[in-house]
């Protein structure tokens, strides 16, 4: 049985369809990668897992129980976190309060507390007491993992951390992901730049215009196919 | 292949047919006074003049976004002019009303340059401490009465314009032809006003009111002024309302600064008939009086019970059928009275429909 | 000179009591954006309340009061997880019209259950009581306890808002309502409780408001003009704005009293209408929105 599935997930904004039978499944312990060009449904796709858009009760499974229908509060509680795009932080919170109540509706019982988050990122210890609307982009995106860290997920999803960051804090960001696997936690990394995704992933998805275009390990596809199932080109 | 032709229109066959129905209705009314009971003439002055403020507030909150909780305030100061220029000015009601209504709509300005700088739920409190402020002025207006109120001497009344005549002509009572005249000026004033926001909404300002309602930032890079837009419909508005306050104190005949700012008589009910009836439309409040004038009739005996029902009725409307009666039924039936919706109608081959 | 700083230290005074009035008014739009209509008519619903208890159960005020507190907060809070919270969204409408209807309904509502005649609640000898000051100058008990309940009410919020986890999911729901599900923060329930605490405060309230003067099921819309305009003065910043606001407005009231019985409250407005026109955004306006 898989940590997470979807089954044939779709997701509506009003009379928009944003996708379109989505199937995909995370393995205990393992890293999912899914890209996909801008506006091919992988926000969506993070929205409909945590409950922010409702869906049908078996269209999302986790740990064997349909969790589509339930509202976001209560799948949160049942371990599965998201870093938001855009990060999303509180701005009348400081940067630690802002990691606290991460940890307001679940702490779990894992590694994840205050002092494992700054020893995590030892830059967030300094600016502890700073609204988190003073710190640079790079520093943001700490406090927004953190934060979704402090619920100690079984699943962590992120979405597009390396938007619109420097390569080498991008570089410093994704260091920080081994030391998250290592605790057991699954995650889910949703990113444009296939590179980086490619390099932690065990298992690819590829989305495009609601659908999956390409499922499988990032390994066995050449470049070609991948180019082709995020473009959606070739005649 | 020639090339289309369209125009835009906003008619459809209903409303055509419903036109017609309409003047009819408005010959029927005018006529009516002759040949009913002088009961039913005063209950539809009521209905008229409620008619009017809920059209009003229905494009003040309606369809531009001022949820007004102090239209009382032009209500009462229309009442108060209307006194003041009789008494004190000699001049005749039917005129007065008009005078009555210039000063609102200039009063409006002033009161504008403070509400305006309240947005969204706080302008509506804002508009009610300024109604406050109307009422306590004028309660402190000895001349008129002060905070016990006054009333118009029956010599003024009875001097309305026409009455003399419809006495000669018709040989009607002085107290029957005085009810007709305010009858006729009631009825001029709701259809007056029907026509007005009718008009005003297929406008270009109305078109831009309709953007404002949809996005007020969207609506302004399109060149809409959303400020003026707003500015012209609330100073319009009181104005009208202002005229309205004067004849409904014509017909009562005695002012009091509770009763003419009155909240809830000038305002809740107002908004209990725009609710129940449909809010953004302009049929909605018509039938939002007919059955506020039934409940009115058969359930204000009961006193708080029938304030408390109309409380509930409000909320138990806003809260699952939010478009009101007009608008369950209109979408049921697809029923336009008064086409506000352009459609395109493309001339050279049958009509396509695009939508909004 | 002394008559003058009386009438100041007396508006000061009747300050703390609008700003018991507006602290609900200012704690629920400052986290839900919700602006209740029929917020002075609760103030006088908690009034009644405390009055049943004292009658029904022959206790004093300050029991009835005790008692009052917990059956408010449960009011407060049904009032907004069953109704209030169907009408939040874009749209400004439906929480305006819905708290107006209820407005009426509950002076309404009242009129039936206790009639129309003015009440009060008595506390005995200390409702008179007063300490001199020298130079002719008293302040009453009363009244002083109720600017330093006001002050006490806002440490305790803040403390609340600053130092409890509540309090931080109180913050960060206003920041973000959609962002603070993920962080496992019911919405609904946050509000309500939001909703039961502003009706604590509204207890307490209207406790003062019992004993300070008469009142009845019609004066709740005043009573919201009061708070609404405390909290406009104060800017929707922060507590401490609303009791500057409330302290304004007091001493504006009190002045006018002074010139002329009459024009009290018309003071208290012009005094708004004032700074509206000079600081339309209060005098300590939030720092971002
Ligand atoms: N709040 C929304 N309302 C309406 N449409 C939306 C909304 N959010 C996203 N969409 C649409 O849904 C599609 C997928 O969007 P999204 O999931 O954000 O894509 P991605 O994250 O892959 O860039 C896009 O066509 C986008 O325009
Ligand atoms: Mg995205």
């Given amino acids: 049985m898989s940590l997470l599935e979807t089954r044939d997930l779709t997701a509506h904004y009003r009379d928009f369809q944003a996708l379109f039978g989505v199937n995909t499944r995370l393995e205990e312990g393992d890293t999912l990668a899914v890209i996909g060009a801008n506006g091919a449904g992988k926000s969506t796709y993070l929205r409909s897992i945590t409950g922010l858009l409702p869906g049908a009760p078996w269209s999302i499974v986790f740990n064997g129980e349909p969790i589509g229908h339930l509202p976001a509060a209560e799948i949160m509680k049942r371990g599965i976190a998201l870093v938001p795009e855009g990060r999303r932080l509180f701005p009348s919170l400081t940067v630690e309060e802002n990691l606290q109540v991460g940890a307001y509706g679940r702490t779990g019982d894992g590694a994840w507390n205050i002092a494992g988050i700054y020893s995590l990122f030892p830059r967030l210890k300094e600016r502890r007491h700073q609204a988190s609307t003073t710190l640079s982009g790079g520093e943001q995106q700490m406090v927004a993992i953190g934060r979704a860290l402090m619920s100690n997920p079984r699943v962590l999803l992120c979405d597009e951390i390396s938007l619109g960051l420097a390569p080498i804090i991008i570089r410093d960001i994704y260091q920080a992901l081994p030391r998250i696997k290592a605790t057991g936690t699954s995650v889910v990394i949703v990113e444009q730049d296939i590179q980086q995704a490619m390099k932690v992933a065990d298992r690819l998805y590829c989305f495009q215009k609601g659908r999956i275009s390409l499922a499988g390990s990032p390994a066995a596809f050449s470049r070609d196919e991948i180019h082709h199932a995020y473009f959606g080109t070739r005649q | ?356 | 000179m002394n008559g003058w700083l009386n009438i100041l230290i007396q508006g000061t005074l009747l300050g703390g009591l609008y700003a018991l009035f507006a602290i609900g008014l200012s704690l629920i739009f400052g986290i839900m954006r919700l602006v209740n209509l029929a917020h002075g008519d609760l103030i006088v619903l908690a009034a009644f309340v405390i009055l049943a208890v004292m009658t029904s159960f022959g206790v004093d005020v300050l029991t009835a009061l005790a008692i009052s507190l917990p059956v408010m907060f449960a009011v407060g809070f049904v009032l907004q997880y069953v109704i209030l919270n169907r009408t939040l969204g874009r749209d400004i409408l439906p929480p305006l019209l819905v708290t107006f209807g209820f407005s009426i309904i509950i002076q309404n509502g009242l009129q039936e259950a206790f009639s129309a005649d003015s009440q009060r609640l008595s506390a005995g000898a200390i409702e008179t009581a007063s300490i001199q000051l020298g130079g002719g100058l008293a302040v009453g008990v009363m009244p002083l306890l109720t600017l330093l309940t006001a002050i006490g009410v806002i440490f305790a919020l803040n403390a609340l808002f600053y130092w409890a986890p509540l309090g931080r999911a109180f913050r960060a729901t206003s920041d973000d309502p959609m962002t603070a599900q993920l962080m496992g923060i019911d919405n609904r329930r946050i509000f309500a409780i939001a909703m039961g605490i502003a009706m604590i405060v509204t207890a307490i309230a209207a406790f003062y408001l019992g004993i300070r003067a008469n009142f009845d099921p019609s004066i709740g819309p005043a009573r919201l003009i009061y708070a609404f305009e405390a909290v406009i003065i104060g800017g929707l910043g922060s507590l401490w704005g609303t009791l500057i606001g409330g302290i304004i407005l007091g001493v504006a009231q009190t002045i006018g009293a002074h010139i002329n019985p009459e024009w009290q409250i018309l003071a208290g407005h012009v005094a708004f209408l004032v700074i509206l026109l000079l600081r339309p955004r209060g005098l300590f306006p939030r720092a971002f929105d």
Wanted: net charge positive.
């Fill in chain 2, 1 to 356: 292949m020639q090339q289309p032709r369209y125009r835009i229109e906003t008619a459809v066959e209903a409303t055509r047919i419903f036109a017609f129905a309409g003047i009819g209705l408005v010959v029927v009314l005018v006529l009516l006074p002759f040949f009913a009971g002088r009961g039913l003439v005063q209950d539809l002055i009521f209905v008229f003049y409620m008619l009017a403020l809920a059209q009003l507030w229905n494009l003040l909150a309606g369809y531009a976004g001022l949820v007004s909780v102090g239209q009382q305030a032009f209500v009462g100061l229309g009442g108060y002019m209307l006194f003041a220029f009789t008494v004190y000015g000699g001049i005749d009601p039917l005129l007065a009303i008009v005078l009555a209504g210039v000063v609102a709509f200039l009063l409006a300005f002033p009161t504008a340059l403070v509400v305006f700088r309240l947005r969204g739920a706080y302008f509506a409190i804002g508009t009610w401490v300024v109604a406050e402020v109307y009422r306590l002025v004028f309660a402190q207006v000895k001349p008129l009465g002060g905070g016990t109120g006054t009333s118009l001497s029956v010599g003024v009344i009875n001097g309305l314009f026409g009455i003399d005549f419809l006495r000669e002509v018709f040989g009607l009572r002085t107290s029957l032809a005085r009810d007709m005249v305010m009858y006729w000026t009631a009825l001029a004033l709701a259809v007056g006003t029907v026509l007005v926001v009718y008009f005003l909404l297929r406008s270009r300002r109305g078109l831009g009111l309709a953007a404002i309602r949809d996005s007020e930032v969207a609506a302004e890079s399109v060149g809409v002024d959303s400020f003026r837009t707003k500015l012209w419909v609330y100073v319009l508005t009181a104005g009208i309302t202002g005229m309205v306050g004067a004849l409904i104190y014509l017909q009562t005949a005695r002012i009091s600064p509770d009763a003419a700012f009155s909240v809830l008589q000038w305002t809740a009910y107002v908004i209990f008939i725009v609710v129940i009836g449909g809010i953004g439309t302009i049929e909605g409040p018509i039938v939002g009086v007919l059955i506020f004038y039934l409940l009115q009739n058969y359930l204000a005996g009961f006193g708080t019970w029938y304030l408390i029902l109309l409380g509930a009725l409000a909320i138990v409307i806003m809260l699952f059928a939010p478009s009101g009666i007009w608008g369950y039924v209109s979408a049921r039936f697809n029923l336009v009275l008064f086409p506000l919706r352009r459609r395109l109608v493309r001339l050279n081959t049958e009509k396509v429909d695009s939508g909004e």
